[in-house]
Nanobody, 122 residues
């Protein structure tokens, strides 16, 4: 059984930083692309960042380029989203996902976590 678990969300002031972590079990982690999506109240789920199985390539939504960094540790079956210079518009539930291709399209990912809340205050 595949389990995907996010951690690291919370409340932060505008301009601050948070690091999200996602640990995956029940599949061969190093064979999968990993990604972060987010969903704000009243909005559709959007792709934030994705990383290929070997970390050779990363992809970002335009809204987070230069502020967020995705990375992974295949030994620890964990990947991360470092979020800097946070803005109130970044407030959302952040979801970790595992799939075969590192594109920012939700339907390409088979396994999802329950989400972690990130709230950025002014």
């Amino acid at each position: 059984q595949v389990q995907v678990a996010e951690s690291g969300g919370g409340l932060v002031q505008e301009g601050g930083s948070l690091r999200l972590s996602c640990t995956v079990s029940g599949l061969t982690f190093r064979d999968h692309a990993m990604a972060w999506f987010r969903q704000a109240p009243g909005k559709e789920r959007e792709g934030v960042a994705a990383i290929t199985w070997n970390a050779a390539d990363t992809y970002y939504a335009d809204s987070v380029k230069g502020r967020f960094t995705i990375s992974r540790n295949n030994t620890a079956n964990t990947h991360y989203l470092q979020m800097n210079s946070l803005k109130p518009d970044d407030t959302a539930i952040y979801y970790c996902a595992a799939g075969m291709y590192a594109f920012l399209k939700a339907d390409l990912y088979n396994y999802w976590g329950q989400g972690t809340q990130v709230t950025v205050s002014t």
